[in-house]
């Protein structure tokens, strides 16, 4: 079955502390990948994502992410966080059956807490 | 660019009463929209996905008559949730995929997401 793991609920840190965040996922078909983030009370918010290239990808705002095929994995890491990276973390992946046919299905999320 | 709008963002409504969410991609065409409800501490639970021109798609378990969905136009999906019940009060979130991307491949199923709209039936 196709699923998408996140292997901790929350994670509570302090801040300049560095971070990471746990996606698996399994699939029997490609897979395209993303990080969205929820800040209190809004909408998601496109973080990252691997569709081709490196895999390593890298956001805005120091967050990074590897695509591990051999360990179905797409981890989220940030080496310093910040007060304001305090937010729900969701890993999504895109099932991509081929001819334009694709789903995409969440995790849970994980709800990052920085704290001073 | 890729901008989702949903209205409103609040609304408190009474039980037995309907209400109109609004999903709006204001700078790029959608043909394909998605109604996601959101509960506390969990994650998105896709509920149906909009096609414009054509009837919804729900999925499984998501009533078609209470959750009336429609995508008249390609910046435009509504959701109307009838006869509302507390139990209907939820964080409902909207997405978007951009039609100009259709031809493509992967890329194409990004979905850009509206803020959401939270719902609380009293």
């Known amino acids: 079955a196709q699923s998408v793991t996140q292997l901790d609920s929350q994670v509570p840190v302090f801040e300049e502390a560095p971070v990471e965040l746990r996606c698996n996922y399994s699939s029997s078909v490609s897979v395209y990948l993303f990080w969205y983030v929820q800040y209190p009370n809004q909408g998601l918010q496109l973080l990252l994502k691997?569709?081709?290239?490196?895999?390593l990808v890298e956001s805005i705002n120091g967050f990074e992410a590897e695509f591990n095929k051999s360990q179905t994995s797409f981890h989220l890491r940030k080496p310093s966080v910040h007060i304001s990276d305090t937010a729900e973390y969701f890993c999504?992946?895109?099932?991509?059956?081929?001819?334009?046919?694709?789903?995409?299905?969440f995790g849970k999320g994980t709800k990052l807490s920085v704290k001073p | 660019g890729a901008v989702v709008s949903q209205h409103p963002s609040r609304v408190i409504c009474k039980s037995g009463t309907s209400v109109k969410i609004e999903c709006r991609s204001l700078d790029f065409q959608a043909t394909t929209m998605f109604w996601y409800r959101q509960f506390p501490k969990k994650s998105l639970m896709l509920m149906a996905t909009s096609n414009e021109g054509s009837k919804a798609t729900y999925e499984q378990g998501v009533e078609k008559d209470k959750f009336l969905i429609n995508h008249a136009s390609l910046t435009l999906s509504t959701l109307t949730v009838t006869s509302a019940h507390p139990e209907d009060s939820s964080f409902y979130i909207c997405s978007a995929r951009d039609s100009s991307l259709l031809a493509g491949g992967p890329s194409s199923y990004e979905q850009y997401f509206g803020p959401g709209t939270r719902l609380t039936v009293t």
């Open positions: 691997y569709l081709s290239g490196s895999t």
């Open positions: 999504a992946v895109l099932l991509w059956y081929g001819g334009s046919q694709g789903n995409l299905i």
